[in-house]
Structures are given as structure tokens and as C-alpha cells.
């Protein structure tokens, strides 16, 4: 069973505040993700990392930074956070695919922040 | 880009009642084509997907989707849901063979017992 951790399920941060949300896979993914969760919004990514030291932005990157040092694990930054952050951060890996496409991703169980 | 609709956002049912959840989607080339869902307090899992063959496909715990390539649509069927259905059914396309997912708004589902 693909297992998939995230480092905190609820964090409560202040405005400014610089903010770590860790990823670990234990599968061996070469790919992984970071999406944020809001009611009616459904999910929304904010980068992906293809391998080890490569990041890709994904549809809402601002405020937001990277880092994938090792394979199985995938760090989200925020900077400086700000109250509309405040929300349901998921991770996911996935393995490549030969030749490009997709497939199935496995999610962690989700890190609720709340900045204040 | 690709887009999905999810048009129902709340769906409350009786337990043996059948289920549609519907999902539309916006792209012209080819796609792949997932529900995955969120059972309250646990993780986002999947719950089947359409690659290519059969437009029917069988998914876990009795759940369908139907892809239908001239109504760019994936909807969701159970005949009859019980009350552990009770969850938030997301839809999500992958397009020509990307990287990335795009997902709808979600459904929640309520089951009543």
C-alpha cells in the first residue's frame, strides 16, 4: 500500500509567519504534488515536482514555494503567510509514466492550516 | 485549458435511493478521467478511472462512470447508495496525456439512513 504522510493535520500560524508543510511518500514516486482544498473550489494545484529538483508551477504558485531535495519527500513554503492561506494543504505522489501521461495519485491526509 | 464542472455541489439522499453525480468537462483532445473520493476524516482515494476502451467503467464499493465523448461527460452512477456513501465525490480530467489534473468543485453526498 502506497503510504503518503504529511508532518502536521492542523497549524495555526500568524500573518508573516514563514510556514513549512512537509511530504513524505514511501513508494518510491518520482512525481508529487501540493494542492490546496476549498469548499466549492474543489482542489486546486499549487506545484508539482516531476523528480528530485524539479518543480513545476501549477495553477495557483503565488505566495507559495518548493523544494524536493530527496525523492520521497516534497516541502511546501509559504513564505509569509497571510490569512488567505488559511486552508486544506494535500500532498499526492504518483509514479511516471513511460512515454508521458498519468495515473493514479495517492494523497496524504491533509495538513488544515490557519493563519491568523 | 481544461476545465470541470461538477453541478451538483449537495446531494441528499434516502439509503437505497439511486445516484447520478454529474461532471463535465472542457477539452478537445484526448483525455483520462478520475473520481476520487473523500470519506469524512480520511483520505482522498480513488474511486475508478477511464483511460481508453470500455466507456462504461466499474469502479470500488459498486460505484460506474460513464464516459461520453460527445457530451464531454463522466457521470457517476449507484444504483443504490447506502449510508456510507456519505462523503465528497471530487471529478478530475487529465488531458492529452499532461502532468496534471484538473479537478471540479466537488459533490458532497449525504446518505440518510
Known amino acids: 500500500d502506497v503510504k503518503v504522510t504529511q508532518s502536521s493535520r492542523y497549524l495555526v500560524k500568524r500573518t508573516g509567519e514563514k510556514v513549512f508543510l512537509e511530504c513524505v511518500q514511501d513508494?518510491?514516486?518520482?512525481?508529487m504534488f501540493w494542492y490546496r482544498q476549498d469548499p466549492g473550489l474543489g482542489l486546486r494545484l499549487i506545484y508539482f515536482s516531476y523528480d528530485v529538483k524539479m518543480k513545476e508551477k501549477g495553477d495557483i504558485p503565488e505566495g507559495y514555494s518548493v523544494s524536493r531535495e530527496k525523492k520521497e519527500r516534497f516541502s511546501l513554503i509559504l513564505e509569509s503567510a497571510s490569512t488567505n492561506q488559511t486552508s486544506m494543504y494535500l500532498c499526492?505522489?504518483?509514479?511516471?509514466?513511460?512515454?508521458?501521461?498519468?495515473?493514479?495519485?495517492?494523497f496524504g491526509p491533509g495538513t488544515r492550516l490557519t493563519v491568523l | 485549458a481544461q476545465s470541470v464542472s461538477q453541478h451538483n455541489h449537495h446531494v441528499i439522499l434516502s439509503e437505497a435511493a439511486s445516484l447520478e453525480l454529474g461532471c463535465n468537462y472542457s477539452?478537445?483532445?484526448?483525455?483520462?478521467l478520475f473520481w476520487y473520493v473523500q470519506y469524512p476524516g480520511q483520505h482522498l482515494q480513488l474511486l475508478l478511472k477511464y483511460f481508453s476502451g470500455d466507456p462504461l467503467v466499474k469502479g470500488i464499493k459498486g460505484f460506474e462512470a460513464e464516459f461520453i465523448k460527445s457530451k464531454f461527460s463522466f457521470n457517476l452512477r449507484k444504483p443504490s447508495v447506502q449510508w456510507s456513501d456519505t462523503a465528497e465525490y471530487f471529478c478530475?480530467?487529465?488531458?492529452?496525456?499532461?502532468?496534471?489534473?484538473?479537478f471540479g468543485g466537488g459533490t458532497r453526498l449525504m446518505v440518510k439512513p
Open positions: 499526492a505522489s504518483r509514479q511516471r509514466v513511460a512515454g508521458g501521461g498519468t495515473d493514479t495519485q495517492y
Open positions: 513508494m518510491d514516486h518520482e512525481n
Open positions: 477539452y478537445g483532445g484526448t483525455v483520462n
Open positions: 478530475a480530467v487529465n488531458g492529452d496525456a499532461g502532468n496534471m489534473l484538473t
